[in-house]
């Protein structure tokens, strides 16, 4: 598939990538297109599935949920990874959730709105025994590319 994606795609994956609202008009002056070429590559590109969906950015601090966490776990070792991610999934807090090969075995992005929470839920994260051992690290700041 690599091979199918050219430049000029790369160009508006990045102009995409930068600001997901940007308009055809926008985009096909930047690339020096007609919007009509441009539309057919960005709809061939979500066809190849190179462009999986657009989302909104939100500052969580407005919406009460302010801190962000990532959570390092270590698995049981007679639990399915499966098991162990549909299982953390199913906290509302947690956001995200990425295996990774080495120690941990996982790491889990949550969402908080106070310190107390991290506690409740690292303890929602060990119920079940899948998870047996947790590290917590608090974001401090992020930026975005």
Known sequence: MADSIDDLDREILALLIEDGRR?????????????????????????????????????????????????????AGDVSVEEVTDAMMRIPEVQEIVTVAGDPDALARVRLTNVAQVRDVIDRMREGGFVIGTKTLMVLGRKRR
């Open 23 to 75: 308009s055809l008009v926008d985009i096909a002056d930047r690339v020096s297109l007609s919007p009509a070429p441009v539309k057919r590559r960005i709809e061939r590109l979500e066809r190849l599935g190179v462009i999986t969906g657009y989302t909104a950015l939100v500052d969580h601090g407005k919406l009460g949920a302010g801190l962000e966490a990532w959570v390092e776990l270590r698995f």
